[in-house]
């Protein structure tokens, strides 16, 4: 059974249709990217899986639940985490902090026990603490640990965004153009930790990117999408080559 | 410069994070205990004054500074938290059960209001905020069988177990503890989910709902507690003032709360601290000062708001982060002393979200 369906998802702002009809799967451990030129739907559909748009029509199922009408923050209770095409982190605060604030969905307490900071409260501080270690591990940010993250470079926010919504310990992760903003070298070394994310952690990978070198390197399958229509859905090399994609891209 | 080296992830749960630390703030908490030695019966009710700001502070900052809801209502709480109060006295509540029944009442009403808060943001909020002050201004005016109307009524003398709290002695005690667990409860919170879940709300919506926060109980959650802490600093503000009356609370009082926890610095405990030093603290000063200026300055209708205003006016432009965050600074300053980069803090986004482009 597919992790994620998406079946004739639709959505229009005003006049215009964002998303027509598209339907897609993302089935268990695999890494499926979208891809399409500017304004072709794909961080719409992201936003539609968020829940932070409402869909005209369609219906989607996360693990067999229906989550067309869930409110927002349920999405991330199911285990879907996502991160943001220009970063959308918490400004004042410092890297740890942002990691800690993703444990949200994990909380065993309660405002009472929060305020007397019972054992209970401490002893789940210092699980969260001790997770989030691992993460910082993995992703190699342990420099950045105590820094606010206004100090950081882009390139550092990129990840700490992406350990952020590994920190949820989600089942699928929607990466939101991973690697715009990046050099060649950081996105090369992004390439190696998204596989290490599918191999090692278990979590299936959704993303929206524009560098084909990634999604070619990292993808099982690729969804090419243009007008806010599904073109193609394929395994990269194929979708590469696929006339209406090409056509899309480059014109007739 | 002091580097921390941390061997355990319980040093950075636990409240203080080194023995420097543990031996300043020791060192306070003697200094505020042994004070009642030193002082005499009229400092002692300044500082008892100044503990409960501080306390309504700690109310105003969860909800402003940590929440990034501005509101302009907060009078309203420190008035019901008076009037519940003091009506329960009436009634023959002990003092032991009055307080914790005043502040649930606010926390209760803090819930309410904090529902049609949940849409809006920024400049519309203090708005709202500010109409709900009004509303409750008009009530306590009116609600003559309960609060006396114009007339005001009769605080009753604060008694624990058959002990008058009365004196400045003991009151400046009862001040002192209660801010002290004030502030405790703030800390605690801050370094859980439910803090955590208030500072995600103010700095990213979006995000914070995609970490899985459900936005409409946090923001009715933060303004119940905010509500609570101003409500318990409005009960003690019962027994300094004696007698209610109306006048006592007002829109001014509000921007006063709102004004202490700029001043004192925003998304900062001991900026509430330091903001209620500086309200509680600063009329006794201008006082003294008009004894001391020549008498045409000390004359001069309107010098003590107009003394506000202009320390207001010089914090925004030149210190947004208050008296705390100008600490900051210095503290940095002389922990990296030749190497301090003067860009550090120039990136910094404010805290209040009606100050950011949308």
């Known amino acids: ?252 | 410069m002091r580097f921390v080296l941390k061997t355990n992830y319980a040093q950075d749960v636990n409240l203080f994070l080194h023995n420097g630390q543990r031996f300043w703030y020791g060192l306070l908490a003697l200094a505020v205990l042994l004070a009642p030695l030193v002082l005499d019966r009229f400092y002692l009710g300044e500082f008892a004054f100044v503990y409960i700001w501080a306390i309504a502070g700690v109310g105003v900052m969860l909800l402003v500074g940590y929440t990034g809801l501005v509101s302009l209502g907060h009078a309203a709480f420190l008035a019901i938290g008076a009037y519940a109060h003091a009506w329960l006295l009436t009634q023959g509540v002990p003092f032991v059960l009055s307080v914790p029944l005043a502040t649930a009442f606010c926390a209760f009403v803090g819930y309410i209001v904090g529902l049609p808060a949940l849409r809006m943001t920024g400049i519309y909020l203090a708005i709202a905020t500010l109409a709900f002050e009004r509303i409750a201004a008009w009530v306590i005016e009116h609600w003559e069988s309960v609060t006396g109307g114009h007339f005001g009524m009769r605080v009753p003398d604060p008694t624990v177990f058959g002990m008058s709290l009365d004196g400045p002695v003991p009151f400046y005690y009862l001040c002192l503890g209660i801010l002290g667990l004030s502030l405790f409860a703030a800390l605690n919170l801050l370094r859980s989910p439910t803090g955590r879940a208030f500072i995600a709300v103010r700095d990213s919506e979006v995000s914070a709902e995609s970490m899985g926060i459900n936005l409409a109980r946090t923001k009715c959650t933060a303004f119940a507690l905010s509500a609570a802490f101003t409500g318990l600093a409005g009960s003690l503000l019962s027994h300094r003032i004696g007698y209610l009356a109306p006048d006592a609370f007002t829109v001014q009082t509000s921007i006063q709360l709102l004004l202490m926890v700029v001043v004192g610095g925003l998304g900062s405990l001991q900026g509430v601290v330091y903001g209620a030093i500086f309200l509680g603290l600063l009329p006794q000063a201008i006082a003294i000062g008009r004894d001391v200026l020549p008498q045409w300055i000390g004359e001069i209708p309107g010098l003590e708001p107009g003394i506000f205003g202009l320390i207001l006016v010089l914090f925004l432009i030149f210190e947004p982060l208050g008296i705390h965050g100008r600490w900051v600074k210095i503290r940095l300053w002389l922990d990296q002393f030749p190497l301090y980069r003067r860009a550090t803090y120039k990136r910094q986004r404010s805290y209040l979200r009606t100050e950011r482009v949308r």
């Open chain 1, 1 to 252: 059974m597919s992790l994620f369906e998406a079946h004739d998802l639709s959505v229009s702002f005003g006049g215009i249709k964002a998303v027509r009809d598209v339907s897609f799967s993302v089935e268990p451990g695999e890494v499926f990217s979208i891809i399409g030129p500017n304004g072709a739907g794909k961080t719409t559909i992201f936003n539609l899986v968020s829940r932070f748009y409402e869909t005209d029509s369609g219906t989607m199922t996360f693990d067999g639940v229906d989550i067309t009408g869930a409110p927002p923050h349920r999405i991330a209770e199911l285990g879907i985490a996502r991160t943001f095409q220009n970063t959308e982190l918490f400004e004042h605060e410092t890297v740890l902090t942002n990691l800690l604030i993703a444990h949200h969905v994990h909380r065993r307490t309660n405002l009472v026990t929060d305020l007397l900071f019972l054992p209970g409260a401490r002893r789940q501080e210092l699980d969260f603490r001790r997770q989030v270690e691992d993460v910082i591990d993995l992703l190699d940010l342990q420099s950045y640990r105590e820094q606010p993250i206004g100090a950081l470079p882009y390139g550092a926010r990129k990840m700490v965004e992406i350990a952020r919504a590994l920190c949820l310990e989600p089942r699928l992760l929607l990466l939101d153009e991973p690697s715009s903003g990046l050099n060649p070298e950081e996105t090369e070394d992004l390439s190696f930790w998204i596989e290490d994310i599918v191999a090692d952690l278990g979590i299936t990978v959704a993303m929206v990117e524009h560098d084909m070198n990634l999604v070619a390197t990292v993808s099982d399958r690729v969804m090419a999408m243009a007008d806010g229509a599904a073109l193609a859905t394929g395994d990269p090399t194929e979708i590469q080559n696929h006339p209406d994609v090409l056509r899309a891209y480059l014109g007739d």
